[in-house]
């Protein structure tokens, strides 16, 4: 045999290995998606850990690898978004991989605001996120503190449960209650047809996150002036199966237990809660008891489906403390209103039972064509022995909201053009009665409402050259109240009253310039429109208020957003103004009844800042992470024209509002697991009533949480924490009663206290 035969041999040995080893190969094809909005995720790093292969999913999330054998670990990774590592089958078929936002770089999270699914860098409009390591970092028994870190938004308890939400200013009209700001749960509307929120009935721990949208800019969500905040429920994270039972106990009777089971796949997830808390009180009359039932879902039945659902069933009762006078809130800030009508004497407190429930469809027609339509239904009762008298309602809700969504081209530039509409129909019979210490008395009122509320709105954004994005949008609303004046029905002919309230197009335009990778620039200027609630036709006493009318304005907006440093300092800076008419404002009457008129004009020009820095983001490393961030809010908000009888008020303070807040933390995490979490509050002295002879006191508090949160062992995890609010023992009022008859305007918050908890996971 030559040289040559054995050369030849060897060739085909080789060509012969070759083809084996490719023959043995094969490849694991699949999609990335974010799994908060489902959008496609580009630019996810997928490394094979056995081998070292690196793929790159593209503008579609896709990715292909190549894998060695029939299983392969692989690892996913993306710049503001939490890493992943799934070992996968070859024999699965197509992967479909979420990867979840990262509370360090928000800058790169995809939102959902304004239904246009970007990062919020290319967001146009003033839009905050509140994650759910904010929400956690609290000890979750309300969503108050979570909230505050936000700039431009005041959230306040005036009773444990009891809730008040201010965005830039908007509480003037609520003194009690959530109005004027609409909230969503997921895709469907958790704020009635009738204007009233009760946000009370669910619990901190039934919200994954929340997105703010601050002024009247969110006109596919309607033309309120106040804004609208977006709350996700809480869903089983993908390749979850875990079972996670907690305990919080705490000073004055705090008592916190919850029980969560969860599970989430490749075609669906689930996640069952269910939290009772409990709560002694502070103040004297000011206990409080809640159960929360919820259970949330999503079957992705192909991959152009998604359908979303929720059912949360609660149980609420909390007692109503009063408001104090500046002598009493001196004196003894524990003791509740007292008097002829005092809340012990009286049995002041809230009775709320209610089912919420939301079913989302999510159709994908195309890449290009997609539509959500979502049907919701609600039930609620309430049982109410106030300080003046004694109300019991009962309400049932149902509506229907659904939007499409086109994607295209128009010659060398990117739309987005989406419509669609929303509708709700409320019935609600409201009684009230006389309050004989606790006991229900005569008849007072008998009232059927019904409250119809619907919207159109229409969005198209552009992509333009140069880094451009352009916004328009527009909502048409329209709101009705029928009311049936059941005990003049046998007495009069005129007992029905119908108020209409002239429909309002809305319009909303915006443009955004990203300056940089990590640089962009926004300016808007959108219309508001906000008619009164039915609690502000109809008030607690049973009497009509037929002069009412709604508030409009427009709001003038710009701001700066991005990070530096590598990301590690980020910042969000808007600065607004918002010219309000009609607006409308709440007094106090002699039987402690609130009362609404329209004033005139407000001017509210502000500025809201939210700066981090993070010093250390590194998982390999003893200390594993430190961030410092602050928000601050400086409002300029001015009553412009104001006459109340012989009284000029115009250029006075808007009430209620601090012209300075500052919320500034500290949040340390270690690789073993320990953690702390610091949170200090400053609030400027706040006008207390529309003369402003009355303010209440600055105040400067500290809290913190540590603890530590790691796995025991692959089926096992632990977070153990203790934390005290209020560390610096301040005395002050929180959830003050504006407008209050006989001075009555302190709400004292609790002094320093304490709380510790354990919660215990096990992992399948």
Known sequence: ???????????????????????????????????????????????????????????????????????????????????????????????QVLLQPAATNLSEVVVTGYETNRPLLETVGALSVVTSEVIRRFDESSLVRAVNTVPGVRMEERAPASYRISIRGSSLRAPYGIRNVKVYFGDVPLTEASGVTTLNLIDAGNIGNIEVLKGPAGSVYGAGTGGTLLLEPKRAAPGEHQLEVGSTIGSFGFNRYNVTAST???????????????????????????????????????TKQTISAYFVYSDLFYQLPGGLTREQYDENPRQARGGTFGSVLQNASMNLGGVNAGLSHEYRFSNNWRNTTSVFG??????????????????????????????????GTEATFTVGGEYQRGFQVARTYDNNQGALGAIRSDDEVVAKTGLLFAQGEFKLPGNWIATAALSFNDTRYEIDRLLLAATEDDYQYVRNFDAIISPRVALLKRLTDQISVHASVSSGYSPPTEEEILTSNGELNEALEAEKGI?????????????????????????????????????????????????QNGLE????????????????????????????????????????????????????????????????????????????????????????????????????????????????????????????????????????????????NYYGGLSLKYKL
């Open 1 to 95: 045999m030559n040289r040559s035969f054995y050369l030849k041999a060897l060739a085909s040995l080789v060509l012969l290995l070759i083809q084996y080893n490719l023959s043995a190969q094969t490849y694991i094809t699949g999609q990335v998606l974010d799994g908060r909005s489902r959008q496609a995720l580009e630019g996810v790093t997928v490394t094979a850990s056995a081998t070292g292969n690196q793929a790159t999913s593209d503008a579609q999330g896709r990715f292909s690898i190549q894998s060695p054998g029939t299983s392969l670990s692989l690892y996913f990774s993306r710049l503001g978004y939490t890493s992943r590592n799934i070992t996968v089958d070859v024999a699965t078929g197509e992967l």
């Open 264 to 302: 989430g796949g490749a075609k669906a997830n689930a996640l069952i809660q269910y939290t009772r808390q409990e709560y002694g009180g502070f103040r004297d009359q000011s206990a409080m008891e809640r159960d929360v039932f919820m259970l949330s879902s999503e079957f992705y039945p192909t």
């Open 378 to 411: 609600l039930f609620r009762s309430q049982d109410h022995p106030f300080n003046t008298d004694y109300e019991r309602n009962a309400n049932q809700e149902y509506g229907a909201r659904s939007r499409f969504a086109y994607d295209t081209r128009l010659g």
């Open 555 to 603: 709001n003038y907006e710009a701001g700066i957003r991005g990070s530096v440093f590598n990301g590690r300092l980020s910042f969000d800076l808007v600065g607004f103004s918002f010219r309000l008419n009609e607006t409308i404002v709440s007094r106090q009457d002699v039987s402690s009844v609130a009362v609404f008129r329209n004033v005139g004009s407000t001017l």
């Open 609 to 752: 800042a939210n700066v981090a820095y993070t010093a250390v983001d590194d998982e390999t490393r003893g200390l594993s992470f430190l961030q410092l961030w602050t928000s601050y809010t400086y409002n300029h908000f001015r009553f412009r024209s104001y006459q109340q009888g012989e009284t000029d008020l115009s250029g006075n303070k808007l009430t209620g509002v601090a012209p300075h807040t500052v919320v500034s933390g500290l949040d340390m995490k270690t690789r073993p697991g320990f953690y702390l979490n610091l949170t200090t509050s400053y609030s400027d002295v706040i006008p207390l009533n529309d003369e402003n002879t009355v303010f209440s006191d600055a105040y400067f508090i500290v809290g913190s949480r540590a603890g530590i949160r790691r796995d025991l062992s692959q089926h096992f995890g632990i977070d153990l924490f203790a934390g005290v609010d209020n560390a610096t023992d301040k005395k002050y009022s929180l959830g003050n009663d504006l407008n209050a008859f006989g001075g009555r305007f302190f709400q004292p918050a609790p002094p320093r």
